[in-house]
């Protein structure tokens, strides 16, 4: 469609859309990078366009590590969308973030080992900044909305992305409590980088399902009390999000737009054609 779709929504399990949304269409577009997850449901809500994209796929079979996060970043950047409000199930490091609390984090610690994160290389090198992963912006906006429905949320938090499918083993839990995270899973990467690369505002909402490994008292986590959670939690983040569409999309952070110029070192006389091609899609000609 010609219209821009400023706002990008990637769900989790059961996230897939909004009760009253209005569906415009379903798309599954190609990108450089290959297909998204899944298609991309174009929906009207409170008059916003949005785009709507089930991270792991409807009825979640795809592993954290085989998510297509570089088609999934390309396909909302292509769509327009400027801000993206990413939801994720995650285990809780801390005694005060009990299952069923809501969390927004501010910092990431990376644990991943085999993933795709970024659009360059092959003969494009871009470093871009990474201090600060997540848009203030955005947090600020969903904090608000989160106290006026009273959803119980914790801001400014730590977040450590494993590599998976399995949950971590007590030790490694105890260690990342050590280090000052609070909240783990398996998904904010690269997903957080990409969108970094792509120039849009990221903000990951973070739903505790379970206390992870660490409490020595309590069994260790499994898939039942995950799932049994998760479903609630999916029912809170749908009044979160129904609250905060008419929030997003209004051009409040713009601050990444045109900076991915400033990050590349290659020399031009260096620069790969072909890459620069695919690059294309994602910024459009001469963005150099």
Request: charged share 25%.
């Amino acid at each position: 469609m010609k219209e821009k779709i400023k706002i990008g929504i990637i769900g989790g399990t059961g996230l897939y859309e909004l009760e009253g949304m209005d569906i415009v269409e379903e798309i599954y577009p190609d990108t450089p990078w290959g297909k998204p997850s899944d298609k991309i449901t174009i929906g009207k809500f409170k008059g916003k366009l949005l785009a709507f994209l089930p991270r792991h796929g409807r009825g979640h079979f795809l592993l954290p590590s085989e998510i297509p996060n570089l088609a999934n970043i390309a396909a909302l950047k292509h769509l327009g969308v400027e801000e993206i409000v990413a939801f994720s199930s995650v285990g809780s490091l801390r005694e005060e973030i009990a299952p069923l609390d809501f969390v927004l984090p501010s910092q990431i610690i990376d644990r991943t080992k085999s993933r795709e994160f970024t659009f360059f290389g092959n003969g494009i090198v871009v470093h871009s900044t990474f201090g600060d992963p997540f848009s203030k912006s955005l947090a600020t906006r969903i904090e608000k909305v989160a106290q006026t429905i009273g959803l119980k949320l914790h801001t400014n938090k730590t977040l450590v992305c494993m590599e998976g499918p399995l949950f971590s083993t007590r030790a490694e839990s105890k260690v990342y409590r050590a280090w000052g995270a609070d909240i783990i899973n398996m998904s904010v990467l690269p997903e957080a980088k990409l969108a970094r690369e792509a120039e849009i505002a990221y903000q990951m909402v973070c739903m505790s399902t379970d206390y992870d490994s660490w409490k020595e008292h309590e069994e260790a986590v499994t898939v039942e009390v995950v799932i049994a959670n998760l479903q609630q939690n999916g029912v809170n983040a749908k009044k979160l999000l129904a609250e905060l569409i008419p929030f997003l999309g209004n051009g409040e952070d713009l601050s990444l737009q045109g900076s991915i110029k400033f990050s590349v070192v290659t020399s031009r006389e260096k620069l790969n054609s072909k890459k620069l091609q695919d690059l294309e899609y994602l910024f459009g000609k001469n963005f150099l």
